[in-house]
């Protein structure tokens, strides 16, 4: 009779892929670590040899060994909206690709103790480098005050300190959104804004004023939002009830959800876009060009943002070089929600 299962097995390790590939040990460290030395057919039994087995590298080992993790830490806020989740998957993607993995951290509220804990767990876990996603402007100051000891890549702002930075312009961005407006001919241009603190928010509606000084129009109703389709539906309300006193014929939201929210308010209460009032929000989301009118939005080039990260990452992290920063370029995408004012 056989002896009872424990139901423990032992886990392959390299020398059984070594063996039932009928190579040595080295190659099979060369065909883990993509070394060209390697050929292809002998690739190819290693690789084969792999996946009967079920071999799975330790990372831990490895890291002890070459005190290379090829972890990145990524602290995120907001991931449940469209651009937060966006930059995430783009700083994904853009990793995974230079052979790293991504650890991910979300926080809810922009505190001290909530980053010092979330950062401390990246540490535990070895990461090379951290990244930070969190366009608050406290965050700077806060990372400054706990000396990390990692290259640290904050996205949102430009180089401040021992940190680098990589942005997108998002003043330039808003600039382009609101001139658009004006050459249109509109001379009485509302802004929803982002909340309180937000780096984004703060450069939008400082390209709305620019525009605005420089084409020599005063200032429409500026009126707080907090990125969510909510708060731009009680914007558009606000806007809708004051509609005759204010003159108000476009608006240019700091986002395309409360763009969502402006444009249903108008359509309750009788207001047509772009007829009426024309609209322009901000992130190009994907239904956006089914809005019914399809919205004008500024694109932000998450992609892109995520590759330019991780270029600044890894230089960091290859040559310990000063802190860097990046600039993104945000493109205009004209829709069917703005036109030329009727009156």
């Known amino acids: 009779m056989l002896p009872p299962s424990t139901g423990q097995h032992r886990a392959p390790v390299m020398e059984d892929v070594a063996q039932r590939a009928g190579v040595s040990h080295q190659t099979v460290s060369r065909v883990l670590n993509d070394s060209p030395s390697v050929s292809p057919k002998t690739r190819e039994k290693v690789q084969q040899a792999i996946v009967e087995l079920g071999y799975r590298r330790n990372t831990a080992a490895r890291a002890l060994v070459t005190r290379r993790s090829q972890i990145i830490g990524l602290l995120a806020n907001g991931m449940n909206e469209y651009g937060p989740s966006n930059i995430l998957l783009a700083v994904q993607e853009a990793a ?90 509109h001379t009485k241009i509302a802004h929803v804004t982002g909340p309180d603190g937000w780096i984004d928010a703060a450069a939008r509606v400082a390209g709305w004023r620019r525009v605005l000084e420089q084409a020599g129009l005063e200032e429409g109703p500026l009126i707080k939002g907090d990125w969510t389709a909510a708060s731009g539906y009680l914007a558009g309300l606000e806007l809708a009830q004051n509609a005759e006193s204010s003159a108000v014929s476009a608006v240019f939201a700091a986002n395309d959800q409360m763009a969502v929210g402006l444009l249903r308010a108008f359509t309750e209460k009788g207001i047509r876009v772009p007829e009426d009032i024309s609209l322009v929000g901000v992130d190009d989301l994907p239904e956006g060009a089914y809005l019914v009118p399809p919205l004008t939005t500024v694109r932000q080039g998450f992609e892109e943002l995520g590759r330019r990260c991780l270029e600044v990452m890894l230089s960091q992290l290859e040559s310990a070089t000063t802190p860097q920063t990046a600039v993104v370029e945000p493109e205009l995408i004209v829709r069917a929600s703005t036109a030329p004012p009727l009156h």
């Open 96 to 185: 995974r690709e230079a052979g790293y993995f991504v650890s991910i951290a979300g926080i809810r509220e922009v505190s001290q103790e909530a980053i010092a804990e979330s950062l401390q767990r990246f540490l535990d876990q070895g990461v090379e480098g951290i990244v930070v996603q969190v366009p608050h402007a406290a965050i700077p100051a806060m990372l400054q005050e706990l000396n990390l000891g990692v290259p640290v890549v904050v996205i949102g702002t430009a180089a401040d300190g021992s940190l680098s930075g990589v942005m997108v312009d998002q003043e330039k961005g808003a600039r382009a959104a609101v001139q658009h407006l004006v050459d249109l001919g």
